[in-house]
């Protein structure tokens, strides 16, 4: 039977392969919705620095991946891909797109913060130390990113019922 160090190691591995996915879609969901905010461009700019950003903690994932002597899922990073790809085209037919996808952007940000909080224990315990600088930076930025969200909101909101109220095209 593996000891706890032996469990905590697999179980970290798939937290990573995981993780990876996720940032694979957040990548995806962002692409999606940035080409679409001709009204929003501060948005639209911070999304294009967080979708580098989602590139780079992609790459800190497979370099952690690689520490362990292993690699990422191409199967779930495929299928949580193609799932960004349908979250965003589920939206992106709303007359309040640029609500719906502020909303869900806050939630998957935070969805992102308790992965990386959870790995960053799962190294721990792993006995992985050195995965810890990566894991920190990679959550805060998230972290940010969601913060940038929140202080956001309320301008984001009232452009969307100014537009709205004006007749204009509100939604991206």
Known sequence: MPDISEKARDIYIVGLRNQHGVENQAIELLERQVGRLENYPEMEERMRRHIEESKQQAQR????????GTSSSSFKD???SLAGNLAALGHSIAPDE???NSLANFAFEHY??????SLLTLAELAGHAAARTALEQSLREEKDMAAWIAEHLDATTRRFVERSAAGEKAGV
């Open 61 to 68: 994932l497979d370099d952690l991946l690689s520490q362990m």
């Open 98 to 100: 640029v609500m719906k």
């Open 78 to 80: 495929t299928v949580l």
């Open 112 to 117: 992102e913060i308790a992965g990386y909080m």
